[in-house]
T-cell receptor
Framework: GAGVSQSPSNKVTEKGKDVELRCDPI?????LYWYRQRLGQGLEFLIY????????KSGLPSDRFSAERTGESVSTLTIQRTQQEDSAVYLC???????????FGPGTRLTVT | GQNIDQPTEMTATEGAIVQINCTYQ??????LFWYQQHAGEAPTFLSY????GLEEKGRFSSFLSRSKGYSYLLLKELQMKDSASYLC??????????FGRGTSLIVHP
């Protein structure tokens, strides 16, 4: 079956511009996570969605970052006024339940010039 | 809070066996995961332990001791394609798992 998909796969943007990243989780997966991974670094948790519950935004690094999820389907991560330190791979993962293994999308590589 | 410790890098020879250790401290526990991440790719799930003991899955096995806060991933009959980063991931009872920094495994001929 289809896995987690993300778009775009690569995004190059100028400092100060806004970007929107998209994640389509596996159908039926109620939990959805966004992570950031800088080059050579570990995964950094950003935000978590579980069904229709209020999201856990505790990992968002600043108020320039926001995310939405439509029901139990697609999610978008928006970064406003991008900065060079936002350059990273943004990974989305979904799971059937919060305690289950996560299935990761291929990621979006964001480069802010 | 949680703290995960695993070696930064390991090297091994093709065909050999390698054990990647992970120690952790946590106030809650609902499982320990291992993921594999090849360079430039997303992590993929390898194993999940919630009870003490050894879980075997083909060439890969994972062990857990909750009382010692210790896990290891055992890779047998190493192949060149096993060169990757191996992530120890802790479920602390909440819904946000904690990822370790990963162990970069280099398999050479």
């Amino acid at each position: 079956g289809a896995g987690v998909s993300q778009s775009p796969s690569n995004k190059v943007t100028e400092k100060g511009k806004d970007v929107e990243l998209r994640c389509d989780p596996i159908s039926g997966h109620t939990a959805l996570y966004w992570y950031r991974q800088r080059l050579g670094q570990g995964l950094e948790f950003l935000i978590y969605f579980q069904g229709n519950s209020a999201p856990d935004k505790s990992g968002l690094p600043s108020d320039r970052f926001s995310a939405e999820r439509t029901g139990e389907s697609v999610s978008t991560l928006t970064i406003q006024r991008t900065q060079q330190e936002d350059s990273a791979v943004y990974l989305c993962a979904s799971s059937r339940r919060t305690s289950n293994e996560q299935y990761f999308g291929p990621g979006t590589r964001l480069t802010v010039t | 809070g949680q703290n995960i410790d695993q070696p930064t890098e390991m090297t091994a020879t093709e065909g050999a066996i390698v054990q990647i250790n992970c120690t952790y401290q946590t106030s809650g526990f609902n499982g320990l995961f291992w993921y594999q991440q090849h360079a430039g790719e997303a992590p993929t799930f390898l194993s999940y332990n919630v009870l003490d003991g050894l879980e075997e899955k083909g060439r890969f096995s994972s062990f857990l001791s909750r009382s010692k806060g210790y896990s290891y991933l055992l890779l047998k009959e190493l192949q060149m394609k096993d060169s990757a980063s191996y992530l120890c991931v802790l479920g602390d009872g909440g819904y946000i798992p904690t990822f370790g920094r990963g162990t970069s495994l280099i398999v050479h001929p």
